[in-house]
């Protein structure tokens, strides 16, 4: 897809906050109980780049464990595709305890993305979110949440009509996420092993 030219409207380039409170009650479904985490989502900074790199590795052999003929955990010295201080049209959002501001619970990349020049194509201007990791140790807690509600108040700030995204096989916590927040399948991709 192409990148998107606007820029966004002025003032609203500001961290998105969030917070999360209230205790959980009741049993989750496959999930161990856990207390909700009250988190502050706030976009990434140069000095936050271990934390960026941890939480990519974790999502890295997240997916690796899940499609292993796709994906690997890159050397540790790898650079990121996600990295801190991205462009009006890019973002990486944090998760941090509002107990502790140096505790980064949790990461979501999001990008906004217009339709490419092609007449048979309806323009619009869609996020897509190309990944979001919460710190193992900290799932179920509503992080996840939280920043996706983040990204997508990011997104609705530079008049994105929708949010995308693209989830493998078989990751069952993020498609429960996924849908309690009401998202729906577009597309399937299907493969064949050439024999
Ligand atoms: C997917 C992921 C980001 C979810 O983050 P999280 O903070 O654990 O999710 P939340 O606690 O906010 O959960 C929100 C909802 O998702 C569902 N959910 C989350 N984890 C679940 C699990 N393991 N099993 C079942 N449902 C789950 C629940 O419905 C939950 O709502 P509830 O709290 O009211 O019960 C996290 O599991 C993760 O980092 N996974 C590894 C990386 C990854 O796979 N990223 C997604 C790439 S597409």
């Known amino acids: 897809m192409g990148k998107a030219t606007a820029r966004p409207r002025a003032g609203i380039a500001k961290a998105s906050a969030a917070k999360v409170g209230a205790p959980k009650t009741g049993a989750a479904k496959t999930k161990t109980a856990k207390t909700r985490a009250t988190v502050l989502v706030r976009p990434a900074r140069d000095v ?7 939480l990519r590795h974790q999502a890295e052999r997240a997916h690796a464990r899940l499609m292993p003929d796709y994906f690997r955990d890159s050397p540790p010295d790898a650079p990121g595709a996600w990295q801190p201080g991205q462009g009006p049209w890019s973002t990486v959002l944090l998760a941090e305890s509002v107990h502790d501001a140096r505790t980064v619970l949790g990461l979501v990349a999001v990008r906004v993305v217009v339709t490419p020049r092609d007449p048979a194509m309806v323009p619009r201007r ?9 710190e193992e140790g900290h799932r179920g807690a509503g992080v996840g949440r939280t920043l996706m509600q983040a990204a997508t108040a990011w997104a609705r700030e ?38």
Request: net charge negative; glycine share 2%.
């Open 48 to 54: 936050d780049l271990p934390a960026v790199t941890r």
């Open 158 to 195: 530079r008049e994105a009509e929708e949010m995308v995204l693209t989830v493998w096989a078989d990751n069952a916590a993020a498609e429960a996420l996924y849908a309690t927040l009401g998202y729906q399948p577009i597309a399937r991709i299907l493969r064949r092993k050439i024999d």
């Open 126 to 134: 869609r996020a897509h979110v190309e990944v979001i990791v919460v």
